[in-house]
């Protein structure tokens, strides 16, 4: 069956580290999209892409970035680590549906803390 | 004021209640809207796709109100396993993309 994993599911790691948060998704979709959820917010959109080659800001980008190679994978770069972004991360991927809808649907999360 | 707002509960019910929620969001441009489940700890999962006209799905209703700029949902015969939390999301492409989920409405459905 079609899914979308994430790994690793846990993190722990230092302020001032690289992190690399791995998406791959089977459902052969166009868009993908990282989001983080915090207490006492929404999920808030990180970056997404519409296609290989393509990524986009989302409202909370800043310290992070993305790449798309293949349209299997995206994969979420912290540069340099911030205790701030202790969050739980979330991708997802979509395809536009006929009628122009975007349902999208979302790997298992990512919970990463910044010591 | 937040793009998108949600009660965020919690709403404690017994099963077999009817429970609604109401989703208002401000940009007047949006043009698709969700709702979706989410269990503790897990990931957000569709549960349904909101359009103009209303739609039904089983025990579970929603409403689009385009002119006061909310949506809701309606669930019946609320059993135990609704317990999570609602999310609304709200879609507009004017601008560059936005995805705007909010804050979530809690459901406790008691026996």
């Known amino acids: 069956d079609a899914e979308i994993t994430q790994s690793p599911r846990h993190k722990i790691t230092e302020t001032g580290r690289q992190v690399t948060l791995a998406c791959h998704q089977t459902w052969n979709h166009n868009n993908m999209f990282w989001y983080r959820q915090d207490l006492g917010h929404g999920l808030r959109l990180i970056h997404y892409?519409?296609?290989?080659?393509?990524?986009n800001k989302g409202e909370v980008s800043d310290g992070y970035s993305v790449s798309r190679s293949n349209t299997e994978d995206l994969p979420l770069t912290l540069e340099s680590a911030a205790s701030s972004q202790t969050s739980v991360y979330f991708c997802?991927?979509?395809?536009?549906?006929?009628?122009?809808?975007?349902?999208?649907?979302f790997g298992p999360g990512t919970r990463l803390t910044v010591l | 004021r937040k793009e998108v707002e949600q009660d965020p509960g919690p709403f404690n019910v017994p099963e077999g209640a009817t429970v609604a929620f109401n989703c208002t969001y401000s940009?007047?441009?949006?043009?698709?809207f969700f709702w979706y489940r989410q269990d503790c700890r897990k990931e957000p999962k569709l549960l349904m796709s909101?359009?103009?006209s209303g739609n039904e799905d089983g025990r579970f209703t929603a409403q689009l109100n385009r002119a006061s700029q909310y949506i809701s949902l309606l669930i019946r015969d609320s059993k135990l396993s609704d317990s999570a939390t609602y999310l609304c999301v709200v879609i507009s492409n004017t601008g560059g993309f936005k995805t705007i989920f909010g804050a979530g409405t809690r459901l406790f459905v008691k026996a």
């Open positions: 997802a991927s979509s395809e536009i549906t006929a009628s122009g809808r975007n349902e999208q649907f």
């Open positions: 892409s519409y296609g290989v080659q393509d990524t």
């Open positions: 940009n007047s441009a949006s043009q698709s």
């Open positions: 909101v359009y103009s």
